[in-house]
């Protein structure tokens, strides 16, 4: 009974910290955006979800090209490294992002499609809080039966 009543929320505090993550990806694209050489890194949301809900683990898809061993594209660049406490984030399996616009300095980000993503997945994250708000309060509504 009680499985059937946090199975929502369950649900829910996953996607939210796969959208915290990937926030935190999508951010550092955007500080990268004027190194010489990087590589942008994303990962597929729907495959890592699907991941996290079907398995005690939760690991990130790699959308496209194979990384290097460190998760890195040059040896001088530093590995991301997960959030605090998360049991994803391993940078080995971040994809790259498909570099639409050629740059002379060998570097993979597009500013506005980057600007976009972190726009479209912070909304996304407010309307995640917003459902695990609303589930919590439906929970304590009917624990307190008003």
């Known amino acids: ?15 939210l910290v ?8 999508i951010a550092s694209n955007i500080a990268n ?7 942008g890194r994303d990962f597929d949301f729907k495959k ?12 990130l898809a790699s959308p496209s090209n194979e990384a290097p061993s460190d998760g890195t594209s ?18 080995s399996k971040l994809g790259y992002t498909v570099q639409t616009q050629p740059a002379m300095d060998g570097n993979s ?4 499609r980057e600007r976009a993503n972190f726009v479209d997945n912070s909304v996304r994250y407010e309307a995640t809080l917003r459902f695990i708000n609303g589930s919590s309060r439906t929970i304590l509504s009917a624990i307190q039966g008003q």
């Open 18 to 25: 796969l959208r915290a993550e990937r926030q935190r990806v």
């Open 48 to 59: 890592a979800m699907a991941e996290a809900t079907s398995g005690p683990a939760m690991k």
């Open 109 to 112: 980000v597009d500013l506005d």
């Open 1 to 15: 009974m009680f499985s059937n009543l946090t199975n929502a929320l369950d649900f829910q505090s996953k996607g």
């Open 74 to 91: 040059h040896s001088r660049h530093i590995p991301l490294s997960p959030i605090e406490g998360s049991s994803i984030g391993d940078s």
């Open 33 to 39: 955006a004027d190194t010489p050489g990087y590589s």
